[in-house]
């Protein structure tokens, strides 16, 4: 993500605003076991980070709003307007607000629409219709955040560590409040015929099978 950074203009905030270093991966796949080393790449693009998503997301709005950009948190689209198939405006509502706005209506007109909703996906689903899901990529994640946990050692402490089992893998984040984001991704079907146990018992089971990440969180 660096090379974005530096495009944008964001590096040296991103530098500064205290996310977990990452130099690599460590990963321990049935019974073979490898070390991923970005220290490898080109150039000053030899390193990354380990993140908050939320707090990663608030930092890009906040660099956005200081080059320019006009921002409008708390805001709701509603619904799009067409010209043809081009989305022309959209109506919206102010949901949550601390200047009194709290349910004030509108409608805002535009040139070009990015439709940056992700899962939702207003444009995909709502009007496009065009969302298609590959077959391959059924997974689901279950993931839970641990204190108190043992980090990979040496200079791999910022590292993700990555193991199998036998319906997916595990993932080990370390973050930099102390907290280690640890998740398992497994096959939809794997997860539908054992909906019944609980996801906190499906999670607990994924890493007590997984010798690297069980050893992680044994504290």
């Known amino acids: 993500i660096l090379q974005i950074m530096d495009l944008i203009g964001a590096r040296d905030k991103m530098e500064q605003a205290g996310f977990q270093r990452k ?20 150039g000053q693009h030899t390193y990354a980070f380990q993140v ?27 619904s799009l307007e067409f010209d043809g198939e081009r989305p022309v405006s959209a109506s919206w509502i102010c949901k949550h607000s601390d200047n009194g706005d709290l349910g004030k209506q ?19 689903n709502h009007y496009l219709n065009n969302r298609r899901y590959h077959k ?20 791999r402490q910022g590292d993700i560590a990555v193991g199998s089992i036998e319906t997916g893998w595990l993932w080990g984040i370390p973050l930099h409040d ?5 998740g398992a991704v497994i096959h939809r079907d794997a997860i539908k015929a054992r909906r019944d146990q609980g996801l906190k ?7 007590d099978e997984s010798p690297l990440l069980r050893d992680l969180v044994a504290p």
Request: net charge neutral.
């Open 23 to 42: 130099n690599g991966a460590f990963l321990e796949w049935g019974r073979e076991s490898w070390p991923l080393n970005f220290g490898e790449l080109a």
């Open 178 to 182: 102390g907290t280690m984001s640890v």
């Open 136 to 155: 391959v990529f059924q997974n689901i994640a279950v993931w839970g955040y641990w204190k108190n946990t043992k980090r990979l050692p040496g200079s």
């Open 106 to 124: 509108g409608v805002i007109r535009f040139d070009y629409l990015i439709d940056a909703s992700g899962r939702d996906g207003v444009m995909a």
């Open 201 to 207: 018992k499906i999670l607990l089971d994924a890493i």
């Open 52 to 78: 908050v998503r939320s707090k990663f997301d608030y930092f890009m709005l906040d660099h956005a709003r200081s080059q320019g950009v006009q921002v409008f948190e708390g805001y709701e689209v509603r």
